[in-house]
C-alpha cells in the first residue's frame, strides 16, 4: 500500500504529544473521576497511535502487538477502575475527588 | 488524498478530545470519546493496520464504552452537576499542561525524526501476519495476558459485590 507515504513522521508524533497533553489537562483540571479515568484512556491511546506509526514506518509487526497488549491490560484497568469508582460512589455518595482528602493531613 | 484524510481525521481526534475535557455533562463526555476512538481507527486504517483498527472499535468503542455508560447510568449524575474546580487551580491545570504540551513538541523539534517508511509490507497488519508474531515470539506473555484477565475479573466481582456480612 502507498497510504503512508505521504505523511511525514512528524506529524504523527505531534498529533500523539497533542493528544496525550489534552489528557494530562483533563486528568489536571477536572474533578469527576470518571472523566479523569477517561482522559487517561485518551493518554493510552496516544501511545497506542505512536506505537502503530513507528510500527507502520519501521516495518516492523512487534509493535502492533504491544499495542495488542495494551489494548488488553487496558479493558482489565477500566474493569477494576470502574469497580472501585462504583465502591467509592456507593460508600460517600459522589466521585467527586475532592472529598476523597482522607490522606490530606 | 491521504493527507487530506490524515488532517480531517487528526481535527476531528483533537477537538473531540478537547470535548472530552471541558463538557460539563458526563455522558456527553463519553460520546465525544467514542468519536475520538473512531478517528483514532482510522488512523490505524491509513497506518496499514487494519486488524488493530477493528480490535480498537470493538473494545473500546464497543465495551469499555458501555461499561463507562452503565457506570454513569447506575450513578445517576443528571441531575446533580460537577461543582468546579477554583479559578486559580483551573488556571494553574492550564497554564501546566500547555507547558507540557511545549516541552514534548520542544524535544521534537530538537530530535528531528526523518523516517522514511520501511520496507512497506500490505499484509502485515493483517490477522495472519500478527497471529504468526503473537503466537510464536509473544506465547508467553499472551498467555500470562489471560492470567491478567482471571485476575482482575476475580476482582471486580468481589469489589462489586455488597457485603452484607459485616455491618
Not at chain 2, 456527553?28 to 487494519?50: D, E, K, M, P, R
Not at chain 2, 468503542?61 to 441531575?79: E, P, R, T
Not at chain 2, 476482582?155 to 455488597?162: A, H, I, R, S
Request: aromatic content about 12%; hydrophobic content about 60%; charged content about 10%.
Amino acid at each position: 500500500m502507498q497510504t503512508i507515504h505521504n505523511i511525514p513522521m512528524n506529524m504523527y508524533l505531534l498529533l500523539s504529544t497533542v493528544l496525550f497533553s489534552i489528557g494530562v489537562f483533563g486528568v489536571l483540571l477536572r474533578r469527576n473521576a470518571i472523566i479523569i479515568f477517561m482522559c487517561v484512556e485518551l493518554m493510552l491511546n496516544a501511545v497506542n497511535l505512536l506505537f502503530v506509526a513507528f510500527s507502520a514506518y519501521l516495518g516492523d509487526t512487534q509493535g502492533q502487538v504491544f499495542v495488542f497488549f495494551i489494548m488488553a491490560v487496558a479493558a482489565a484497568e477500566v474493569a477494576v477502575g470502574l469497580a472501585i469508582l462504583t465502591m467509592i460512589h456507593r460508600n460517600t455518595g459522589s466521585v467527586d475527588i475532592e472529598t476523597l482528602n482522607k490522606l490530606k493531613h | 488524498m491521504t493527507l487530506y484524510l490524515f488532517y480531517f481525521l487528526s481535527f476531528l481526534a483533537i477537538i473531540s478530545a478537547l470535548m472530552v475535557v471541558v463538557s460539563k455533562n458526563p455522558v456527553n463526555s463519553v460520546l465525544f470519546l467514542i468519536i475520538t476512538f473512531f478517528a483514532i481507527a482510522g488512523h490505524y486504517v491509513l497506518l496499514n493496520a487494519q486488524f488493530l483498527a477493528a480490535v480498537h472499535i470493538i473494545v473500546y468503542a464497543g465495551a469499555i464504552m458501555v461499561l463507562f455508560l452503565y457506570v454513569i447510568m447506575m450513578m445517576n449524575f443528571s441531575k446533580e452537576s460537577e461543582p468546579s474546580k477554583t479559578k486559580l487551580s483551573q488556571i494553574v491545570a492550564t497554564v501546566a499542561g500547555g507547558i507540557f504540551l511545549i516541552t514534548l513538541i520542544g524535544a521534537l523539534h530538537f530530535y528531528d525524526v526523518d523516517m522514511s517508511p520501511g520496507h512497506s509490507d500490505p499484509g502485515a497488519g493483517l490477522v495472519g501476519a500478527l497471529g504468526k508474531v503473537l503466537f510464536s515470539k509473544f506465547l508467553l506473555p499472551f498467555e500470562i495476558s489471560s492470567l491478567l484477565f482471571l485476575a482482575a475479573m476475580t476482582g471486580v466481582v468481589l469489589l462489586g459485590k455488597k457485603n452484607n456480612d459485616n455491618s
